[in-house]
């Protein structure tokens, strides 16, 4: 009896300690929220004030004139659909809505230079960027030149591409076999400098890659070639 008597207290005490520390993250919102409150009041006081500072201003005729005719331009902006709709964000929106802070938001960013194979190009070759300098999330693989995201969003890609002389040289983004960028180094009689940027979405799982599209044969990449990428926000 003694031991049961025990165990309904110590369930008892574990349930009170479980409910204060609710309450306080519940009153750690409430706080927030009711900050956020004062602020939009402050604003207000200020739109009241500056509203009352323009109802004193004597009417001249022609802005009366405009006023019953519905054409006064303070009056205009305050019955605009949109100043309402900017009005009704800046109300509902505050701080302790938005979800996305600095330590929830996934940390992916990668750098890669010097591909491996950079001779005796073939069509439709994945290069492989051996040499990794950044590589936060450890989304990226330098054995394969794949990068696979955990997180789907919207990721920034950049290829920078430099060829050998006198060579034409056409590479591609990909993301899980669809082509996404297109890159062409032109003959020059120095070496050639190709790449560009892409804004895309890639689903977690998802394999982004570099390959060749086309390649003159004897043409080379230089190990200054580069390719990186980020996570710009998730979805």
Known sequence: MVNIKSTILLCCVSLVALGISANEEKNEA???????LRQELNTLKQEIKLLKQEVAKPLNPNRKQDILNGKDQALMDLNNPQQEKSRQERLLVHPTM????SGNVPKIAFYANKVTDHTNLGVHQILNFGNTITNKGNCYHHTTGNFIPYVSGVYVFYVHMISSPGRVLYTELMVEGAVMGTHLNAQSTYSSNGGGMAVVHVNAGDTV???VRSAESGTSIGWESSFSGFLLYPE
């Open 209 to 211: 890659y570099v390959r």
């Open 30 to 36: 409430f706080a927030e929220d009711i900050l956020a």
């Open 98 to 101: 938005n979800t996305a802070t």
